[in-house]
């Protein structure tokens, strides 16, 4: 079954820090884009970061930029968000998704600052 499964989520004051992880199964990962979503209570899902097939380029919204940092590992078939000076504003269901010509989507991880 292919499938991505995230976790490390959890509850953190603002200015901590956590890594989120995804592990992927039952596809060939270094041959997908790997990336991260985030959506806020009452908001629109949106497009925290991504990290290309190598790992050679990522990509970020301007909001994590500098506090966040997209990682892979294709030995381990897991992608890595380490997320460091944590604000309210990050508060949010955050989702792993692996694209290719389709999207999988994780089930999302609950990642929640306390100012």
């Known amino acids: 079954q292919v499938q991505v499964a995230e976790s490390g989520g959890g509850l953190v004051q603002a200015g901590g820090s956590l890594r989120l992880s995804c592990a992927a199964s039952?596809?060939?990962?270094?041959?997908?884009?790997m990336g991260w979503f985030r959506q806020a209570p009452g908001k629109e899902r949106e497009f925290v970061a991504a990290?290309?097939?190598?790992?050679?380029?990522?990509y970020y919204v301007d909001s994590v930029k500098g506090r966040f940092t997209i990682s892979r590992d294709n030995a381990k078939n897991t992608v890595y968000l380490q997320m460091n000076s944590l604000k309210p504003d990050d508060t949010g269901v955050y989702y792993c998704?692996?694209?290719?010509?389709?999207?999988?989507w994780g089930q999302g991880t609950q990642v929640t600052v306390s100012s």
């Open positions: 990290i290309s097939r190598s790992g050679g380029s990522t």
């Open positions: 998704y692996a694209a290719k010509n389709y999207v999988i």
């Open positions: 039952g596809l060939t990962f270094g041959s997908y884009t």
